[in-house]
């Protein structure tokens, strides 16, 4: 029997998953490597500082998705790969496949000195409840909100979630009757934050935060964090709460493997998803440096597209054929401010913003029926 290794059960890894078997028959063994079979749905954290989601409504078991679809789960993290990267070593024990994907995401950049005076949306469901208890506790005081990226990786960043925590938690002040007694300053080390969502969405974003009355920072280099703010090259933002999230890299256990990876530590990969010179090992996700635009997402969207094309890629490879499908490049992500929302469309060729107050309903109907596929 031949099997199929899928190291990580997030989005990539869970979206690998159900495209695997959608190409394979039940004849070849697909094993899942993650600590839980567990899926966090990390757009949805966005609603938890302002009590729209609870962490359970996030938090998918995928035990039934598994024996859905035939698959197996190994507990265990990734410590390593063998043999080529045929054999994955985990901290439980090591597993040998024919083929193996790779779909552990990405690490946090957290070299900013104090940085743990910050919480950040996009580390998972605890930071996100700790961001709801402080918000919940503020009844006046200044909030700081900010992104970076990683310096050796432009592509490396996560902005959206935090553009959203910041419309959404200015529409949460005001409708408590707190907005005048609550100062809101976003920052940015990057003069245009959020230039991948395009031009137009950068000014529409900062013309939103003018018209919200929420102070700018941008283009200032950040130093560090402390209790009472953030201190910039050009001097100090005070603030009771900070929530920053920082820049993207590759994962520690990358840095042990003779893998070729990227300036920021990412697996490089080609547009078929797969390791160059190494047929039987693929990339999906955050893990993985592809070829493309500068502005090409680190999103669960793009997990998605290169799943299928991963997927079957794998087969053609275990079926003795070179797999020649290539992922297109998209982004697609609504900024959400609560009770409305920005659809933004980028491709090579186009780019639009779409704002309405449907696009938050919209958002939440896409949270519902994605995770159906895995409950």
């Not at 989601?53 to 698959?71: C, I, M, Q, S, Y």
């Amino acid at each position: 029997m031949k099997r199929v290794i899928v190291v990580g059960s997030g989005f990539g890894g869970a979206a690998s998953v159900r495209a695997l078997r959608k190409v394979l028959d039940r004849t070849v063994e697909i094993v899942v490597v993650s600590p839980r079979p567990e899926l966090i749905y990390y757009p949805g954290l966005i609603w938890i500082p302002t009590g729209a989601r609870k962490p359970d409504d996030l938090r998918v078991n995928l035990t039934g998705f598994f024996r859905k679809n035939a698959a197996s789960h190994h507990p265990g993290n990734i410590v390593g790969l063998e043999d080529g990267g045929r054999t994955v070593v985990t901290d439980n024990g090591s597993l040998t496949g024919d083929a193996v994907l790779i779909a552990t995401g990405a690490a946090s950049l957290r070299k900013l000195p104090g940085i743990e005076h910050s919480l950040s949306i996009c580390s998972g469901i605890d930071e996100a409840v700790k961001i709801r208890e402080r918000l919940a506790a503020m009844t006046r005081g200044t909030i700081a909100v900010g992104f970076a990226g990683n310096p050796e990786e432009p592509s490396a960043v996560r902005g959206g979630p935090v553009f959203e925590i910041l419309f959404g938690m200015e529409t949460w002040l005001r409708q408590k009757g707190l907005r005048h007694q609550v100062e809101l300053v976003f920052f940015s080390p990057a003069a245009e934050p959020g230039n991948r969502l395009g031009p137009e969405a950068v000014r529409g974003l900062l013309a939103e935060m003018k018209r919200r009355g929420i102070d700018t920072r941008l283009g200032e280099k950040l130093v560090r964090f402390s209790e009472t703010g953030v201190t910039t090259a050009q001097g100090e933002i005070p603030a009771d709460l900070i929530v920053f999230t920082p820049g993207l890299r590759g994962a520690d256990w990358i840095a042990g493997t003779d893998l070729e990876r990227s300036p920021g530590g990412f697996i490089r990969a080609e547009r078929t998803c797969q390791v160059p010179d190494r047929p039987h090992l693929f990339v999906v996700g955050d893990t993985g440096a592809f070829p493309g635009p500068d502005w090409m997402p680190k999103q669960g969207h793009s997990a998605d597209l290169q799943a299928d094309v991963a997927a079957a890629n794998i087969k053609d490879f275990l079926e003795g054929r070179r797999g020649t499908r290539t992922f297109r490049v998209e982004l697609v992500c609504v900024v959400d401010s609560l009770n409305s929302g920005t659809l933004v469309y980028r491709t090579p060729s186009r780019n639009f913003l779409l704002k309405s107050s449907l696009m938050h309903n919209a958002k939440a109907f896409f949270e519902r029926r994605y995770l159906a596929r895995y409950r």
